[in-house]
């Protein structure tokens, strides 16, 4: 009798263990049923939790066995929504918020960036906008970082796109914020590589037009200009990752250039197709004025302006060079 009643509370024991590992890896992201990696994980305590269900380390997260997953990986650190509505004075919302992005609304999220500021939108996986300041204070010759990773500061009801969402999809990860504006410090050049940052782009798209945009933005700093950036998609070409990213049909992107004394010159705007119809184009071929970005796409830029200054420069159309 008593031989059989330990062999019952033994096989309690068991079942209640593999009822607990069962609850533990259920919380667990979905790359465990492939192979997970460091690029996974927003944060360090989120590849850890995978490492402690896992001990025998199968997707090798601890690189040098001291029992800690991917340490190159942030903190987990978020803010209170109380914390962000005191944040004030952000650089790169200095004249305006496009969309009145807030701390409430999933897809209206304000997110505030020492590198840039933008509203997110959960039910996309994508930015609304991503707005930034550009000028020399921001450009060096650090390398870049190519450390795709997933935001640690999105909500918690809000799905953190992976780096491996957008694998075999055929469309770029996209930087609204480019790699190339931060290039001062490490840390400003990796922030741009959050897939908070992302945007699904068409290869001719990403690597010809838009990011000859991208130079001659810089070109302009170069001559000691100051430039308010702003930057998204428009509308829904399909999507990606289990519909859990939209590929915009259009990116546009809506530039403010002030001279050395930081009085605002003019504003280049440009809409163009997010598809391969663009290959070998120019992107002054896509020059519209900022008041065309806005009918659409209903966002008010640059609105922290004096109101006749705005009308004067979102009605013209920028003079390619």
Known sequence: MTIYIFRLVLILILLLAGC???TQKANLPN?????????DFATQEEAQRVLDAF????????????????????????STNKEREVNTGNVHLKYGNPSNANSKDLNNYLLEKPQYALSYNCKTGTANWVSWQLNRSWLGRVDRSDDFRPDPDLPNDCYAVRPNDYRGSGYDRGHLAPSGDRTKTQSDNSATFLMSNMIPQSPANNREVWRELEEYSRELVSQ?????IVAGGEG???????NQVTVPKYTWKVILVSDKSGNIEETIAVR??????????????????????????????FDALDKDIQRKIETKTYKSP
Request: net charge negative.
């Open 31 to 39: 790359c465990i049923n492939s192979d997970c990696d460091c690029s």
């Open 272 to 301: 163009m197709p997010n598809n391969d119809t663009v290959a070998r184009t120019d992107w002054t071929d896509y020059i519209v004025s900022v008041d065309e970005i806005e009918k659409k796409t209903g966002y008010d830029f």
């Open 55 to 78: 001990p025998d380390d199968r997707y090798k997260l601890d690189g040098d066995g001291n029992g800690l997953a991917c340490e190159r990986l942030p903190r987990q650190n978020k």
């Open 224 to 228: 000691g200009k100051e430039l308010y």
């Open 20 to 22: 607990s590992t069962g």
């Open 236 to 242: 829904k070409e399909g999507a990606i990752a289990d």
